[in-house]
């Protein structure tokens, strides 16, 4: 029973991800950034500005202001880990000794994706004795932890299957990257933008002497540009008046986690179907 579930691809990424100096030098670097931020702050908070006492609110400041630092650090090093997973194997010219195994395509992918995972799991753990020094000046609800951690679990297999389907698809790791730090860079900033604009024309919009300003055309899409952002989704789990103001503001009553949520997990399985679909179709195409 245990021999049908078992996935040997994943047992060999794990022990050679965990294995490398590269992975664990990319853990240290990973750390350093939160170490020097929370000393910096609490530097900053207690020292600098003559007074030892450290607020609740002050905390959980920190707490905001690290929780979006590290949802930028998820989205920074996930594509690093899942970008080249298949189109290194290619480059190697080990992908066709592998795809002539026993394993199944799902297996594969399912395999390579979920020991990046493992690892960047290991890094959100690994960080939480930082998150810890939160708890000791109190502000915080250890529910909000949780929250925003599965919100990160959620985020970072997202962008790993996006990761696995471009290395899937393209031939060179180069561009699988890139193209993968293109699809962070519209997720993270693109859809910023476009909500900002898209509010911007609202306010038109209403100033225009509609009568009803708060059923403008560009409701619906300016919600879906902030439903998908994850600087919005951690902005709303921290300040949830601000996910009533938007709510408020589109006309649209379903909570922002909720569309993320949503979205997301449905991102993740196309990217996984169009992976498992294309794996052995390409090595057919290369013959």
């Keep these: 029973m245990m021999e049908r579930f078992s996935n040997p691809v994943l047992l060999k990424e794990l022990k050679l991800r965990f294995r490398s100096f590269k992975s664990f030098s990319g853990l240290m670097f990973y750390l350093a950034v939160l170490c020097i931020f929370v000393t910096g702050f609490l530097l900053i908070y207690t020292q600098f500005s003559g007074t030892a006492f450290f607020r609740p609110s002050d905390s959980f400041t920190m707490f905001a202001v690290l929780s979006v630092i590290q949802m930028g650090l998820v989205m920074f090093i996930t594509p690093g880990l899942t970008a080249g997973a298949i189109s290194t194997e290619r480059e190697k010219q080990t992908l066709n000794i592998l795809l002539t195994t026993t394993q199944s395509s799902t297996q594969i992918i399912v395999g390579k ?117 994850p600087g919005a989704l951690m902005i709303t789990i921290l300040y949830p008046e601000m996910a009533t103001s938007l709510e408020t503001v589109v006309g649209i009553s379903i909570p922002v986690w909720v569309s993320y949520l949503i979205f997301y997990v449905l991102l993740t399985v196309f990217c996984l179907l169009i992976a498992i679909r294309k794996l052995r179709a390409n090595m057919k195409t290369n013959r």
Aim: aromatic fraction near 16%; avoid cysteine.
């Design 113 to 229: 994706l979920l020991s990046s995972v493992a690892f960047l799991v290991l890094m959100l753990l690994a960080g939480l004795p930082l998150y810890s020094l939160v708890f000791l000046f109190g502000g915080v609800a250890p529910s909000q932890l949780i929250t925003i951690f599965l919100f990160y679990l959620v985020t970072l297999i997202a962008i790993g299957s996006i990761g696995i389907m471009f290395s899937t698809i393209t031939k060179r790791t180069i561009v699988s990257m890139i193209a993968t730090y293109g699809a962070m860079i519209f997720l993270g900033g693109i859809t910023a933008f476009l909500f900002f604009v898209g509010m911007s024309m609202e306010q038109m919009f209403m100033y225009s002497g509609t009568p009803q300003p708060n059923a403008t055309p560009f409701s619906p899409i300016s919600y879906f540009w902030a439903s998908i952002n």
